[in-house]
């Protein structure tokens, strides 16, 4: 008699949905999707323009997605609730539209009868421009006296995650058994090459250091996004304390063309701050 494996096999797995969005930033809706990674809302202004500053403190909120699959005159529409973002992500290039990426993991989809209706606080659209790089700093040796101020970035990438993981119990897997890990901070930037300041400080210990170093210089970022046509409203991040990954010196170009160099790093807790804010300038009068 052979040996026969009487172990139960999984039937169907549990449901769930993921969602990868990338949306333009567009001041007047971008607050909503911040929010989910960012709680707390601080509105301030009597005003047009009002300021709202994100931080990560609070209770994360579930969010609820809708989506209009093609079909001619039978489009498929769905709705996937209790859903919790994992990811945001701000990507930019020198006067070229700030894309806002947007992953989500949550639990069940299913089918409308018909098409939902948005709502003015639920929608994501604005009229008027996108929000653009209006310009960005870059400093080391942030944490002694002679900050060192850095403004030839092309362009790069901001990224805040927080993953999320379904944990099974013995009757069901539901929304509420989903925990959320820890945040992370990346930062991917890239660089018109001025000078080795950025390869010295973080191989040498300081933009005028000559021996290696095993001490982190650590260093700051602080970023604008602004609309040319509508100078109130922006959006600000700042992250106060950054760790850089030694960058690569930037090799020749048999062309001609000038040096860019790559420069990485992640943000952690500086005690006295948050590791990252957000602020957005609108004409949001409530807070989101």
Known sequence: MTDV??????????????????????????GRIIKFMFPTDTKTGAGDPYTHTFTIAGTEEWATLFSRRPGGASPLYEKFVDGRITELSFSFAKDTPLRVGANFVGKTPSVLASA?????????????????????TLKFD???????????????????????????????????????????????LELMWENYEAYRATYFGGVSGTDVS???????????????????????????????????????????????????????????????????????????
Not at 156 to 185: D, K, M, W
Not at 234 to 257: C, N, R, T, W, Y
Not at 262 to 288: H, M, Q, R, W
């Open 5 to 30: 494996d009487l172990m139960p096999q999984y039937m169907k797995v549990d449901e769930h949905f993921e969602a990868n969005l990338v949306v333009p930033g567009l001041p007047q809706g971008l």
């Open 116 to 136: 939902y209706t948005s709502t003015t606080t639920e929608k994501f659209n604005s009229a008027g421009e996108y929000l653009r790089s209006a310009g960005g």
């Open 142 to 188: 942030e944490d002694s006296s002679t900050e060192n101020t850095h403004t030839n970035i092309l362009s790069g990438t901001l990224r805040i995650a927080r993953p999320v993981e379904f944990e099974p119990i013995a009757s069901s897997i539901n929304p509420s058994h989903a925990y959320a890990g820890l945040y992370t901070f990346g930062v991917a």
């Open 214 to 288: 095993e001490t982190i210089v650590w260093g700051s970022l602080d970023f604008t996004f602004a609309m040319y046509s509508n100078t109130n409203h922006s959006l600000q991040i700042e992250m106060d304390k950054v760790a850089f990954i030694v960058p690569e010196a930037p090799a020749p170009d048999a062309g001609g063309g000038p040096f860019h160099m790559s420069v990485d790093g992640f943000a952690i807790d500086p005690v006295s701050t948050e590791p990252c804010t957000i602020k957005l300038k609108n004409g949001v009068s409530t807070a989101y």
